[in-house]
């Protein structure tokens, strides 16, 4: 079965950096666009990125674009996102999911990234 | 960037009862409008795709219509496990926006 598995998240100070990982199992991950959508404490839900699966296309929300960083590896099955200059407004639990233009069918259970000094 | 207005932003309503949110667009999407369902510490699920197509496994109660810039889902009988918070989003132009939310509570 289809499984998306975040880690990484953690307590950071602003301006600093931290990397989240998905690791997925159960499909050909590099058949698939994935994405990286968060969602702040009690707020809504926020689209932040995604990678082609090729990884040759990729875009950001203009929130987080020139500070955070998604990549791939289809070898290792493994979605990133290097998150730098980081800001209280990042707070949140960030979810890495598999779709695209169609809706996001699977989710990860999400990473709570805390950015506080 | 697209902007997704749902309303209402809360909806009170019992068990069997038909309930219809709303989300419109600032601008044309086609029909490239999804639908989801979120409960408390859990991952969205998503329901309608592509603004009228029931996802896999969801049950039939569920259903969306809509294109271009206004599109509703509709429960057709409240069941107990419909109490959530709602959220369609636009997956016409990136940035792939979503709406604010519409939190469904039980009367």
């Known amino acids: 079965q289809v499984q998306l598995v975040e880690s990484g998240g953690g307590l950071v100070k602003p301006g600093g950096s931290l990397r989240l990982s998905c690791a997925a199992s159960?499909?050909?991950?590099?058949?698939?666009?994935m994405s990286w959508i968060r969602q702040a404490p009690g707020k809504g839900l926020e689209w932040v990125s995604y990678?082609?699966?090729?990884?040759?296309?990729?875009y950001y929300a203009d929130s987080v674009k020139g500070r955070f960083t998604i990549s791939r590896d289809n070898a290792k099955n493994s979605l990133y996102l290097q998150m730098n200059s980081l800001r209280a407004e990042d707070t949140a639990v960030y979810y890495c999911?598999?779709?695209?233009?169609?809706?996001?069918?699977?989710w990860g259970q999400g990473t709570l990234v805390t950015v506080s000094s | 960037d697209i902007q997704m207005t749902q309303s209402p932003s809360s909806l009170s309503a019992s068990v069997g009862d038909r309930v219809t949110i709303t989300c419109r667009a600032s601008?044309?999407?086609?029909?490239?409008l999804n639908w989801y369902q979120q409960k408390p510490g859990k991952a969205p699920n998503l329901l309608i795709f592509?603004?009228?197509s029931l996802q896999s496994g969801v049950p039939s109660r569920f259903s969306g219509s809509g294109s271009g810039t206004d599109f509703t889902l509709t429960i057709s009988s409240l069941q107990p496990e419909d109490f959530a918070t709602y959220y369609c989003?636009?997956?016409?132009?990136?940035?792939?926006?979503f709406g604010q939310g519409t939190k469904l509570e039980i009367k």
């Open positions: 999911a598999r779709g695209h233009m169609y809706g996001y069918v699977y």
């Open positions: 159960g499909f050909t991950f590099s058949d698939y666009y």
């Open positions: 990678i082609s699966s090729s990884g040759s296309s990729i």
């Open positions: 601008q044309s999407i086609s029909d490239y």
């Open positions: 592509a603004a009228s």
């Open positions: 989003q636009q997956s016409y132009n990136t940035p792939y926006t």
